[in-house]
């Protein structure tokens, strides 16, 4: 494959500012933000709560559009929501909950018409195998865990074999233990598909554990504070420490020489 061609980005934002109003004021969410994610990408966007990245996430989505700056998705504006992007929340009840598993999983399979029913029902399977829940595919979201629905949720959106999907710190709601059980299934799930994905989070664990590059955003308005590979050696050095360390000093050293 030609170097030109490998190194296109799949995603492509660039300078984008994000703004809405209140009664009283106009907030500016994130402010020239720009960064891009590759094939295969595991890229993680990561900062304090309220600097703006699940705005800018949403953005991506095609639901906000950016007071200033572009977004392109293999080249092509982002004007509106579609099936190249599938997002998954942290909230357990973005689930249908009158359909079951497979009925969630094939929902947008049938409503974008993508496929013939039965090869829509095949890989609707063949996902909810993936996120090992074959034996519950009849069952109903009020049956099923925290960390089963959000299974579902990534399945259903695999379905769809998206350009990118975008998962918006999908578990933050899960107690810690099904939190970590979680982050190991979708590595292997990455292991398996090669996928790409766009995750939000402002857990500096969770981001060197599951990126591959991580995109720093200071406090209130998101701004581009530093981008960072987090390959597995920097994972493993001292259980992540020091990356650790440098990702916190980057985040938080101006309120650092703020009380110096």
């Known amino acids: ?63 906000i ?32 909950p009158w359909k079951t598993v497979k009925e969630n999983v094939l929902f947008p399979l049938v409503a974008t018409r993508a496929l013939p029913r039965r090869e829509a029902e095949e890989r609707a399977l063949h996902y909810i195998d993936k996120v090992n829940l074959t034996k519950f595919a009849d069952s109903y979201p009020h049956t099923l865990s925290g960390g089963m629905k959000q299974r579902v949720a990534i399945a259903r959106g695999m379905a769809v074999e998206p350009d990118i999907l975008l998962m918006d710190e999908p578990f933050a709601a899960l107690d810690a233990l099904t939190r970590r059980k979680m982050q190991d299934e979708l590595l292997q799930l990455w292991q398996d598909v090669k996928f790409t994905v ?31 590979n987090s390959d597995g050696t920097d994972r493993q050095r001292d259980n992540g420490k020091q990356l650790s360390e440098h990702i916190h000093h980057l985040l938080f050293e101006d309120e650092v020489e703020a009380h110096v």
């Not at 061609?5 to 933000?33: N, S």
């Not at 295969?40 to 953005?59: E, F, H, M, Q, V």
């Not at 190249?84 to 009840?93: A, K």
């Not at 989070?201 to 998101?222: K, V």
């Open 65 to 96: 559009s950016p007071t200033e700056g572009s977004i392109r998705l293999r080249e092509n504006a982002v004007t509106r929501p579609g099936p190249d992007r599938m997002m998954v929340f942290q909230e357990f009840d973005q689930l249908l």
């Open 1 to 63: 494959m030609p170097e030109q061609a490998r190194t296109q980005p799949i995603l492509d934002v660039e300078g984008v500012t994000l703004q809405y109003k209140t009664v009283d004021r106009l907030v500016t969410a994130t402010y020239r933000v720009s960064f891009e994610v590759h094939e295969s990408d595991r890229y993680i966007i990561l900062g304090p709560s309220g600097c703006g990245k699940s705005t800018l996430l949403k953005a991506v989505g095609g639901f």
């Open 198 to 228: 766009l995750f939000v989070t402002h857990s500096i664990p969770e981001a060197i554990l599951i990126g591959t590059r991580i995109l720093l955003l200071s406090p209130h308005p998101g701004q581009v504070k530093a981008e960072l």
